[in-house]
């Protein structure tokens, strides 16, 4: 697995997420497992299979978490400038055709959360904007067409 770069908060919520499922949920999907259990014959038992299903969709989510968390990478945010867009920076722009001011953070992908303005770095206006300085307009393909994004600002 590649190496995931994330912020003290992202790794302290994926902690978060892995104990929430191996405390809370994993006990949950054991006890469905063994009450289905009792109720007979497992070869036409419904809830079994479904409950069954569910552990490893569980299993599976909280192998991928771990492996994520074995390979992360923990960005300080003291060692980002603001001479230009990057990750973890927020940047406010002036969209060219309209006007309109909006402030985006780019993230990584699993901190990504789009009513806090919080892009992921993976996105189609973030690629378009990393890089680029006050001033600079950036031009970002969008599934509507191109936006023209003119950089306005740059912080942490």
């Known amino acids: 697995m590649a190496v995931t770069y ?3 908060d992202g790794l302290k919520k994926l902690k978060e997420e892995l104990q929430q499922l191996e405390t809370v949920e994993r006990p949950r999907v054991i006890a469905a497992i063994a009450e289905a259990r009792e109720k007979g014959d497992l070869s036409e038992n419904a809830e079994y299979d479904a409950a069954k299903e569910a552990q490893g969709a569980l299993e599976s989510k909280i192998a991928q978490i771990k492996a994520r968390l074995m390979d992360a990478r ?3 945010a003291t060692d980002i400038k603001t ?3 990057q990750i973890l920076t927020k940047v406010r722009v002036r969209m060219k ?3 309109m001011e909006k402030t985006y953070q780019l993230v990584t992908e ?11 770095v993976t996105t189609p206006i973030a690629k378009g904007l990393m890089g680029k300085k006050v001033g600079e307009v950036a031009q970002v393909q969008v599934p509507a067409g191109t936006l023209e994004l003119e950089i306005l600002e740059i912080s942490l």
């Not at 699993?110 to 992921?120: M, P, T, Y």
């Open 97 to 99: 055709n309209n006007g």
């Open 110 to 120: 699993g901190e990504a959360n789009s009513l806090e303005g919080k892009i992921s």
């Open 83 to 85: 001479d230009e867009v």
């Open 74 to 76: 923990v960005l300080d």
């Open 6 to 8: 994330m912020t003290e």
